[in-house]
């Protein structure tokens, strides 16, 4: 059975941003329950659950409120790709023929310990940690300060990838960041590793989103279901040689990051490119994003997925595609911090976006991708 | 710092198997004093303690990966903290350095070190 067999049939989430005094495992249940709710099912209706959470603890627990069903419940922990990798796992749980009819939910949080890592838990010396070298952001500054060398992209672009993401937010509803900002703002904020500014990184933040997903049989148990398919998914570690977070050293030769692996995988699998929308042509699909909502490396993942297909742009250099109204329609979403399983936010995004009445400039295809520590990347490809 | 009999394939720091081939028989070796910046950032705030442990009050600090010909890219903070005094491919130097008492390696400009 491929993955075009399942479905996505609910969505549900608990907005991120700063959530005093409300649990993480809170927000899982709140965006669990809405995800049952939009696909018109039971929590008893489940017949197996994937789940995960950076900081918020153990999902499964979620059952002390979602209800003990006796439900198989599997936690996945893969950093910021815990998402994406729930629903990886998903999708492969769905495939058995012996399982002839499922859903599944989960849902992710995170807690106020952001990004504190202790080095053991990453198979890394404590004095990595310790003199200052255990920091994400070092990695992402690191690796577009020798992309940009590579390709002489300038600044300017990092800006505009996020003047865009905050442009997105401010007409997305449930988006943690909600004012516009300009270019110029984004560029004179805090510089946090160069060539990074405050506002061209995630800001930590916490929230919950959900699925719900079943094979194409079930559907017929759900008449008021307006179901996207999981076109294809995929799951990739890093390589010998590839450039990732918490390296303390790297080889000579460079291979591509598991993001590239991932994304090259997922669109092989779903027949599908990431090209450009050729409305006149009527030959293009709209692709829609609901990828990883990091402004950070969006320059670098846009070259590098569009280079999979060989329809790299250089328009992207000096203005991203991807705000809405612009070619490439994308998340309709500011990024707030992609910790907490962003695979799951994406594809909450993609399929409300994906959900909406066929019409003209409205997606048919979404594409999402997240990549976590200490290598990881999860993509899928939906369609309508 | 290690490499397989079989494989010479560095890395940093020491494992007990070789990345290449998993095999156990593995040496230590030294790297060369100099190299060049191959890549590098800045450390604009306080990292999260723990893991880090504070030295004296913060100063931001810049940190990069010191590419050693013919053997392997190291990551580490760099003694230089000025943007505008760090250049993709310049000359590197390995120095001793002490953080809050633990004992442990930085690069510096080449030029500065001599």
Not at chain 1, 344 to 356: E, M, V, Y
């Amino acid at each position: 059975v491929s993955a075009v067999e399942i479905a996505i049939v609910g969505a549900g989430i608990y907005p991120f941003g700063r959530h005093e005094g409300v649990t993480g495992m809170a927000m899982g249940v709140h965006a669990a329950r809405d995800a049952l709710a939009d696909a018109g099912v039971a929590w008893d209706d489940v017949q197996f659950a994937y789940g995960g959470s950076e900081d918020a603890g153990n999902a499964d627990t979620m059952v002390a409120d979602l209800g003990p069903t006796g439900v198989p419940f599997i936690n996945v922990k893969n950093g910021c790709a815990t998402g994406g990798s729930s629903l990886v796992s998903r999708s492969r749980r769905c495939s058995p023929a012996r399982t002839r009819s499922a859903s599944s939910s989960d849902s992710t949080s995170t807690s106020a310990a952001h990004f504190q890592n202790d080095p053991a838990d990453w198979s890394l010396p404590a004095w990595y940690g310790e003199i200052g070298l255990m920091v994400t952001t070092q990695f992402f500054g690191a690796k577009l300060q020798r992309y940009m060398h590579d390709y002489a992209i300038p600044t300017d672009t990092l800006a505009q990838v996020a003047e865009k993401a905050f442009a997105n937010g401010s007409i997305t509803p449930h988006a943690w960041r909600r004012r516009a900002l300009s270019a110029d703002e984004i560029l004179t904020s805090q510089m946090l590793a160069d060539p990074l500014t405050q506002y061209m990184l995630c800001s930590p933040g916490e929230g919950g989103a959900a699925l719900v997903v079943c094979r194409r049989e079930y559907l017929s148990r759900l008449p008021e279901a307006r179901p996207i398919w999981l076109r294809s998914v995929s799951l990739r570690t890093r390589r010998a040689g590839s450039f990732e977070v918490f390296s303390p050293s790297l080889g000579l030769e460079i291979a591509d990051s598991p993001t590239v692996d991932a994304s090259r995988a997922v669109f092989e699998a779903a027949g599908v490119g990431p090209t450009r929308r050729r409305r006149r042509a009527g030959t293009g699909h709209g692709v829609g994003s609901g990828a990883d909502p990091s402004r950070r490396m969006r320059p670098v993942r846009a070259r590098r997925t569009d280079r999979v297909v060989r329809a790299r742009s250089h328009a992207h250099r000096r203005r991203p595609a991807g705000e809405h109204g612009r070619r490439l329609p994308r998340q309709r979403r500011a990024g707030g911090r992609v910790r907490p399983a962003p695979g799951l936010r994406g594809g909450d995004a993609a399929t409300r976006r994906g959900g909406r009445a066929p019409g003209s400039g409205e997606p048919t295809v979404g594409f999402t991708q997240v990549y976590g520590a200490p290598g990881v990347s999860a993509c899928t490809v939906v369609s309508r | 710092l290690r490499e397989s009999a079989a494989i010479a394939r560095l890395r940093l720091p020491v494992r007990e198997r070789c990345p290449a081939c998993a095999s156990t028989a593995v040496a230590e070796t030294l790297l060369p004093e100099r190299g060049t910046l191959w890549t590098w950032t800045t450390q604009g705030f306080e990292p999260k303690s723990p893991p880090y442990v504070a030295d004296g009050e913060f100063v931001p600090f810049a940190v990069g990966y010191v590419e050693f010909p013919g053997c392997l890219r190291v990551e580490g903070r760099l003694t230089e903290s000025d943007p505008a005094r760090l250049r993709i491919g310049m000359p590197m130097r390995v120095v001793a350095v002490d953080h809050a008492g633990i004992a442990s390696y930085a690069f510096a400009r080449d030029e500065d070190a001599r």
